[in-house]
């Protein structure tokens, strides 16, 4: 009768450690979200007003993958930039990631507000390794227009076809959900 007590709680409290664990991954993820949003975000508001569209769209080819990496290899967690319909084929959805996208239309649909719409789960591989998983949806806003939205000028088009043949993202209109943060950070037990 004590070893079943001593056993209920052991395995209590490794439950609450377990639970403890994934608040503080996910508070790792999403300060590094934080970060490369507002990393992003002051890098193309100062080259939009130096330079104008054509050289951000220049700019934001190469910068956004390098501050993305810079950021995910600083803090040895996987992180990126995705959506239902990206600009660079790298930013490509997973089957998985596709799905929460998915789900993400859903609850904007069902009203939810876009700014707080987010996702986690614990997910175990084949290999028996577990990772902590974790979206978050980004808005479209009115800056995001000039280079997402229905309305993009010819010549920066011209631009953006010329790196991005297979560009999927325009169309969108403010506060659509332009994409998505996601992480993925492996757990040490
Ligand atoms: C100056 C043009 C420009 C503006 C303005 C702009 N973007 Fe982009 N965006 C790009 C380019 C170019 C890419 C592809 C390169 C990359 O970032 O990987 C991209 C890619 C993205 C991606 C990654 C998914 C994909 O489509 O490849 C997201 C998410 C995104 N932009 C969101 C936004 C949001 C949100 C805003 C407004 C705050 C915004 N963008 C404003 C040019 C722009």
Same mark, same amino acid.
């Given at each position: ?22 608040? &503080? ?17 002051? *890098? ?6 130096? *330079?104008?569209?054509? &050289? ?5 080819? %190469? &910068? ?13 967690? =996987? ?13 490509? &959805? ?36 577990? =990772? ?27 631009? %953006? ?29």
């Amino acid at each position: 009768m004590f070893i079943l007590r001593l056993l209920i709680v052991f395995f209590a409290w490794s439950n609450l450690l377990y639970a403890d664990d994934t608040l &503080a991954y996910e508070e790792e993820g999403k300060v590094a979200i934080k970060e490369l949003a507002m990393s992003l975000k002051k *890098s193309l508001k100062t080259v939009l007003k130096e *330079s104008g569209p054509i &050289a951000a769209v220049e700019y934001c080819n %190469i &910068a956004a993958v390098d501050i993305t990496d810079r950021i995910s290899n600083s803090k040895s967690i =996987f992180l990126k930039r995705t959506s239902l319909k990206v600009r660079n084929k790298d930013n490509v &959805a997973t089957s998985w990631e596709k799905d929460v996208l998915n789900n993400f239309e859903n609850r904007k649909r069902l009203g939810e507000s876009v700014n707080s719409i987010d996702y986690k789960e614990v997910y175990t591989d084949n290999n028996n390794k577990s =990772f902590f998983r974790y979206m978050k949806a980004i808005p479209t806003g009115k800056v995001c227009l000039t280079c997402h939205g229905s309305n993009i000028k010819p010549n920066l088009r011209t631009r %953006i076809n010329e790196l991005y043949p297979e560009d999927k993202a325009y169309g969108f209109e403010i506060g659509d959900i332009r994409g998505a943060f996601t992480i993925q950070i492996p757990l040490s037990n």
